[in-house]
């Protein structure tokens, strides 16, 4: 079980640094670090003085070193735009990240458990053939895409919904539902084939052979054991939508840190675009480590197996 | 005297096959999502004879028309102009060259890219297996979208530098797949013999295993120009993709989002129809020869 423990932990480590060193190369490698990181028409000596500061004159590993030296501290350095350390911009955009992916998650599986149960209980009805339409386009339209007609059906033509901003309850509808659709199909797919799974075991005909009502054979020793999987990968998932609604936020000027994240690209602020990619992956890489901990915790054979 | 005959004599007669239905026929055969990504591509091709007018340049006399059976619109323009008076109908004309373009190149990118480096991991194993695999799960953990805008925002916003991010980004769906496929074949009578024979690596990886995955990376293909295509639209929606004046659908709904509010509905649906249907006839075909070709793949 330590061994275990210890080689996930070693293995996530291992990722956190490709990945350091993975944007470490690439800002390095297609050219001048610092025409990214000072600011559009700096003066000589600025960029000199941050050519110093960077110890670009020193071996790469070294540079290295003080690159992750200062993730390490916190350190993600100043906006250009902003002024401000990017650290700090960052908690700022946070907790609107957070409630639009938790009303996000909240939709989604709102949608796609009960949607997922009925498409496995009736297989190839008609309840099926339309969750598979529903998930196929969720996972295939674009989200500007969706959010743009929900704009023009709900603000433009309805005017029932506000088209942008933040404040209201009213406001978050909308990229909630964007943001949501997407993982709503991932949820609904992975309700559908694990109930399918669970449905035929024995269990579940024992209940079956017990008497028991449709009803509570489905509901209750059917859900329980189906939902395990729907679970994890939703709470990985509430972690990737917290990273991926750039898009979203952008449609919907929602002030989260995908928007953050436009923001930097179009104002050429480049240390925010940096700190929202490594805090994201970093977030990403820890959340896959404390579920596969959680996992060999709870199921032996996972342990056992490695 | 004894005469050797050769080998491929006794080859010859093979008794022929029952003729397999005609593969249009099959159930569920994709036929309107094909036709579709046909028709797509003919328009792309012949883009310069099928478009009434230049894509980029506009008037600003005729800006905001709206399309022909609306109020004010005319047949002149049949789907109306744009913010700088730019023909609709042409810029979307031209635009599916761009995603077409953008579109396969850049899934060739990354399948080319994948597929050598899942062969390479799997076959070889040991360390470059490790460098490979470890790299792989550090790249997926980066979001698809945000690690495609920070490449961007590095080399800056080009077609050709997209489509070499887009391939950047997503090979490590192929090797990871292929990976998994050439660990299967290693352990085949037609691998262990091919050791056996004394051939070399390379022959084995290059004549043994690659004609063996060509299938599974095919599939992979068709259901990466749907993500590619609907990333590529993303990064040109947020303005860090395919550079203006060039038409790109996604450049297009991002510089109509402005005239939405006010009732400039056609600026943004029609190039998001095209998208819709591009991605939606790309997933679907993808589907389909995933279940067909490969019964492997079918739990992706």
């Not at chain 1, 709900?154 to 309850?169: D, K, N, Y």
Request: aromatic share 10%; net charge positive; proline share 5%.
């Amino acid at each position: 079980m330590k061994q275990y423990i210890l080689r996930r932990v070693g293995y996530s480590l291992l990722s956190l640094f490709l990945l350091s060193l993975t944007i470490f190369l690439f800002v390095r490698v297609t050219g001048d670090p610092v025409a990214l990181l000072t600011e559009p028409g700096a003066s000589q000596e600025d960029i000199e003085a941050m050519h110093r500061q960077f110890g670009l004159d020193q071996p790469l590993w070294v540079q290295y070193w003080h690159f992750i030296a200062s993730f390490i501290t916190g350190d993600f350095g100043q906006s250009f735009y902003y002024r401000t350390p990017v650290l700090d911009l960052y908690f700022q955009r946070l907790p609107n990240s957070l409630i639009l992916a938790a009303v996000a998650m909240a939709l989604s599986l709102v949608i796609g458990i009960p949607s997922g149960i009925l498409a496995a209980v009736r297989v190839d009805g008609f309840w099926d053939s339309a969750g598979k339409l529903f998930a196929l386009l969720g996972l295939s339209l674009p989200q500007f895409w969706v959010g743009l007609v929900l704009i023009l059906v709900f603000s433009v033509s309805l005017g029932w919904l506000p088209s942008s901003g933040s404040g209201s309850f009213l406001h978050i509808l909308m990229p909630a539902f964007t943001l949501g659709w997407y993982f709503a199909a991932a949820h609904m797919r992975l309700t559908r084939s694990s109930m399918l799974e669970v449905m035929g075991s024995e269990y579940v005909k024992l209940a079956r052979l017990k008497g028991l009502p449709e009803a509570l054979v489905i509901g209750k020793h059917a859900l329980k054991n189906a939902l395990i999987p729907v679970i994890t990968l939703a709470g990985i998932n509430l972690v990737v939508m917290i990273n991926v609604a750039v898009i979203v936020e952008t449609v919907f000027a929602w002030p989260g840190i995908g928007r953050l994240l436009y923001e930097g690209v179009t104002f050429r602020d480049f240390p925010v675009v940096q700190a929202v990619v490594v805090i994201g992956g970093s977030m990403i890489i820890l959340v896959n480590l404390l579920i596969d901990i959680l996992y060999a915790l709870i199921d032996p054979r996972i342990r056992l197996e490695s | 005297m004894t005469v050797i005959t050769p080998p491929e004599a006794a080859i010859v007669t093979v008794a022929s096959a029952p003729r397999p239905a005609a593969f249009w026929r099959l159930k569920g055969f994709p036929l309107i999502p094909i036709l579709i990504l046909v028709f797509i591509a003919l328009v792309a091709i012949f883009a310069d004879v099928l478009a009434p007018y230049d894509p980029t340049i506009g008037s600003l006399a005729r800006r905001f028309r709206p399309p022909f059976w609306q109020e004010g619109g005319s047949t002149a323009y049949l789907l109306g102009t744009d913010h700088v008076g730019r023909d609709v109908l042409s810029r979307l004309i031209y635009g599916a060259r761009v995603s077409m373009v953008v579109g396969i190149t850049a899934v060739l990118v990354a399948g080319g890219i994948g597929t050598l480096l899942g062969i390479l991991s799997g076959y070889l194993g040991g360390w470059a297996d490790q460098v490979v695999m470890r790299l792989t799960d550090t790249w997926l953990a980066l979001p698809a979208l945000t690690f495609a805008i920070f490449l961007a925002a590095i080399v800056g916003p080009s077609e050709l530098n997209i489509i070499l991010i887009l391939g950047l980004v997503y090979w490590t769906r192929y090797a990871r797949v292929i990976r998994g496929e050439v660990l299967s074949l290693k352990q085949r009578e037609f691998v262990r013999l091919a050791i056996v024979a004394g051939c070399s690596s390379r022959t084995i990886m290059w004549r043994h295993i690659l004609p063996n995955v060509i299938n599974s990376a095919v599939v992979l293909a068709t259901l990466m120009l749907g993500v590619v295509i609907v990333t590529e639209a993303s990064l040109s929606f947020l303005g860090v993709g395919v550079p203006p004046p060039k038409p790109a659908w996604g450049l297009m709904m991002a510089d109509g989002k402005k005239g939405l509010l006010v009732g400039y509905w056609w600026l943004t649906v029609f190039p998001g129809v095209c998208i819709m249907l591009m991605v939606l006839s790309a997933n679907l075909l993808g589907d389909w020869l995933r279940v067909k070709l490969d019964p492997q793949l079918r739990q992706l």
